[in-house]
């Protein structure tokens, strides 16, 4: 977090407002089929389409913002060669949703304390409400405001019992104003696990072994906070730490009932990562079997279970859950396992080749609820087969919504785009089919394909340009 003194010289007798503010509030999954946008989110450069466990961007350490997508990133549409590549999210999004840690809400605060709950009072008449706590400690550089044993008198009133700890943090703004957040219930123990953890901006590495110690800690504030560092981590970074945790704990917080089912998906995770064949059997057992009810953390268990299995696995998945998506809708399990499916591509060991992947997701593209996502993952993949498919499929009965009409032009547009960088390089052999279909998809919907290209070309330079900053 900041230092006071060097940031804020002269900071004597600030004056004191207050603001509401969460912590550890979950991204909401259940938004329509648009993308969640935020002021730190690349802009997908295929579009408004739903994406596999995308969530919105989570802000992280030092004020700096958590990109949450995969993104195309491209150049410019017509005229020039675009090189594409893929920009893989930040975070284990099949781990979990993403919250807003301790480590998050210090390290972009300017003050940090921890405090005793000492009174508050109600408005009343021309007095505003007010809360008062007691000092205990101060993270660093917030003491020479927050002097321990002191007083802070916030505005608003916020209730408690009598020598509850708080922690406070703070913002100093212009006219070194201190502009309070909402106080947050916590331990003693938990504050001394937030000011000793590593610093946000050190390697994952070590501060995922840091957290690995804290997992399933009777202190349920810090066992939450702790998991959540493991859902905000990469993936990649995951993998690589796994070894320091072992398999042998993870296997007994799957397996003991004290373990709240929403942390068993992050667990999953980690037993693919550092798991033997027995973990891989019984993994089996489970994605196999037929359940009426909503399984959480399914897509974290697939994934776990594909990074033990690789190609074998696959085929599993696809006959269990692709190959009768009807029987799988009723508890979204279709698309638990079409995210971890897709989430193989680009996290993990990389055991499936992509073009296995590839398979095991173009029969999806007719499905009502998940096509709009097949088709987008596979242009985000350069999969090209399903050029003229598609293009007979525009408008017809289940291909007539203007979302995915607006879906099919931009995977040909995208196709079009698909082509060397250098002047003498031969075109790839879908490179002509897809400008013939792109004219074509002009003629018959002008207005929503040129909006479809534009948009394209917009949002891929906007990609480009976040990726230099």
Known sequence: MKRVGQEHPGLLKPQVHARPATIWQPIREDLPMSVHRTASTI???LGDVPQAGHHAAVSHGRKCGRINLFSLVGLTLAGFAVVWTVVP??????CGQPTLTL???IGQSDLAVLARWVSARAEKGNQGAVSVFEVVDAAEGSSEVAEVGKTLTLPGFHGGEKGAFRLLTADIEEGNRIRWNEPLEITEACWKYAVEAPDPDTEWHERLVYYFQFLENPDVLIANDAHAEIVNAPTDDIARA???LG???????LQSPRTPAVRKGAYWVLLGFCGDDGDADRLEADVQAESKTLRLGLQGQIFGYLQLTGERGLSLVVDRYFARPSDADATNELGDALKAVIWCHSNG???IPETSLQAALRPLYTHPAHGELVITTLARWKDWSMLDELVQKYGQPGFEAASTRRCIARYVAAATLDRPTEKKAPAPPHLA???KSLAQLKQRDPQLVDGAIKALQREAEEAAAATTD
């Open 247 to 253: 398999p042998d704990r993870i296997r007994r917080w």
């Open 89 to 94: 999210g930040v975070g284990c999004e099949i």
């Open 242 to 244: 796994a070894t320091e």
């Open 43 to 45: 802009p997908h450069a």
């Open 349 to 351: 060991n990389r055991r």
């Open 433 to 435: 089919e897809a400008e």
């Open 103 to 105: 480590a998050d809400r």
